[in-house]
């Protein structure tokens, strides 16, 4: 069983709902992402990952555990060659909070990916910094990270 887990925090000087539209969005999560997250969002139905290669190559596939708009959105991760091998998937946690409730004008993001393997582990711990620095730059300038 995959034990390793990857928390990382982020404050941006946002919105909630512009958080949440960023990651619901395709075109602007390819700005900051350089893919796009497809789904109809309802616990139980599958997501995928695309990259914006003008392939349509799929990254990552899973299934949506928990969607609370403007809050958290919880899923399970697997690259698409594993996904019939549950042993395989991890877990992904996106909460979105208000960072200064007196404003409301600073988000605190938070993303846990747990149940991971340690190759999986290491992949992530370069991608999910730099993917996150890129929506905190895309969200406070109006431009994500060329990466």
Same mark, same amino acid.
């Given at each position: 069983?995959?034990?390793?887990?990857?928390?990382?925090?982020?404050?941006?000087?946002?919105?909630?709902?512009?958080?949440?539209?960023?990651?619901?969005?395709?075109e602007l999560t390819r700005q900051f992402w350089k893919s796009e997250i497809v789904? !109809?969002?309802?616990?139980? /139905?599958?997501?995928q990952?695309?990259? &914006?290669? =003008?392939?349509?190559?799929?990254?990552?596939?899973g299934t949506v555990l928990e969607c609370i708009p403007g809050k958290r959105l919880a899923l399970t991760?697997?690259?698409?060659?594993?996904?019939? !091998?549950?042993?395989?998937? /991890?877990k992904l946690a996106i909460?979105? &909070?208000? =960072?200064?409730?007196?404003?409301?004008e600073l988000v605190r993001l938070t993303v846990t990916h747990e149940?991971?393997?340690?190759?999986v582990h290491r992949g992530i711990s370069f991608g999910w910094p730099l993917v996150l620095s890129s929506l905190k730059s895309l969200l406070e300038t109006g431009r994500g990270i060329d990466y």
């Amino acid at each position: 069983m995959n034990q390793e887990k990857f928390v990382y925090v982020s404050y941006i000087a946002t919105t909630t709902e512009k958080v949440w539209q960023a990651l619901m969005d395709g075109e602007l999560t390819r700005q900051f992402w350089k893919s796009e997250i497809v789904s !109809d969002w309802t616990p139980g /139905s599958s997501w995928q990952h695309i990259k &914006d290669d =003008g392939k349509g190559t799929v990254e990552h596939v899973g299934t949506v555990l928990e969607c609370i708009p403007g809050k958290r959105l919880a899923l399970t991760w697997v690259g698409p060659a594993n996904a019939a !091998d549950p042993a395989k998937h /991890s877990k992904l946690a996106i909460d979105i &909070d208000k =960072g200064d409730p007196k404003s409301g004008e600073l988000v605190r993001l938070t993303v846990t990916h747990e149940e991971l393997s340690p190759e999986v582990h290491r992949g992530i711990s370069f991608g999910w910094p730099l993917v996150l620095s890129s929506l905190k730059s895309l969200l406070e300038t109006g431009r994500g990270i060329d990466y």
